[in-house]
């Protein structure tokens, strides 16, 4: 069992910055390799990024490559999310996932292959 607390949600201007916090309980955190989803008021629940076990590996949806950078801490069971150049469409109630079934230097932008979520925190962006 894990559980996943995000943190860093806030108001902010389009073009400015925020770091998401996700802090899992458990000693096994390198296990996981970890995720990054969004959903915005009627929408779906999109992709936004994801972490292989090693932090070697990343992957990113296309509409936040080059603005933000996902890193992780396995000694401090922690996973972040650099959010740069923030756009009024990035609005959204962001998640942090676990993903248990993941070999070390792969990950997975399906939601399914999750297996633990946190509450998720809230980014505004403003124009």
């Known amino acids: 069992q894990v559980q996943l607390v995000e943190s860093g949600g806030g108001l902010v201007q389009a073009g400015g910055s925020l770091r998401l916090s996700c802090a899992a309980s458990?000693?096994?955190?390198?296990?996981?390799?970890m995720g990054w989803f969004r959903q915005a008021p009627g929408k779906e629940r999109e992709f936004v990024g994801a972490?292989?076990?090693?932090?070697?590996?990343?992957n990113y949806t296309d509409s936040v490559k080059g603005r933000f950078t996902m890193s992780r801490d396995n000694a401090k069971n922690t996973v972040y999310l650099q959010m740069n150049s923030l756009k009024p469409e990035d609005t959204a109630v962001y998640y942090c996932?676990?993903?248990?079934?993941?070999?070390?230097?792969?990950?997975?932008?399906?939601?399914?292959?999750?297996?633990?979520w946190g509450q998720g925190t809230q980014v505004t962006v403003s124009s």
């Open positions: 972490i292989s076990r090693s932090g070697a590996n990343r």
């Open positions: 458990g000693r096994t955190f390198s296990s996981y390799a």
């Open positions: 996932a676990a993903d248990g079934g993941r070999a070390w230097a792969t990950v997975s932008p399906d939601p399914r292959d999750y297996d633990y």
